[in-house]
């Protein structure tokens, strides 16, 4: 089981990125992939997650800045994110889990993060 991060970078305030989750190893049946991030000196956060259904989309944090797609064909998971701000600056992980939360700790498999850095 391998889940890629990728698409982070340096971008400013009010600019987008879309980050990809390629995953390999699992069906969409095995689990479901979430997205989170971590700023420096701050703890983990969930920023949203895609359940087996890709209509099942669950998104953690209160702007609505960010959505979540689904290639089946690439088996991708892509976050857009939208109108940044430098609040944003993290390393972003996608990860493989039983069940959707916004904690993590149903995570079986995590992949490396990128990050993204959005300055001002």
């Known amino acids: 089981v391998q889940l890629q991060a990728s698409g982070g970078g340096l971008v400013q305030a009010g600019g987008s990125l879309r980050l990809s989750c390629a995953v390999s190893?699992?069906?969409?049946?095995?689990?479901?992939i979430g997205w989170f991030r971590q700023a420096p000196g701050k703890e983990r956060e969930g920023v949203s997650c895609m359940g087996v259904d890709s209509w099942n989309t669950h998104y953690y944090l209160p702007e609505s800045r960010f959505t979540l797609s689904r290639s089946d064909a690439t088996k991708t998971v892509y976050l857009h994110l939208k109108n940044l701000q430098p609040e944003d600056t993290a390393v972003y992980y996608c990860?493989?889990?039983?069940?959707?939360?916004?904690?993590?700790?149903?995570?079986?498999?995590w992949g490396r993060g990128t990050e993204v850095t959005v300055s001002s």
């Open positions: 190893g699992i069906t969409w049946d095995d689990y479901v």
């Open positions: 990860a493989g889990l039983v069940r959707c939360s916004s904690d993590g700790h149903d995570a079986r498999k």
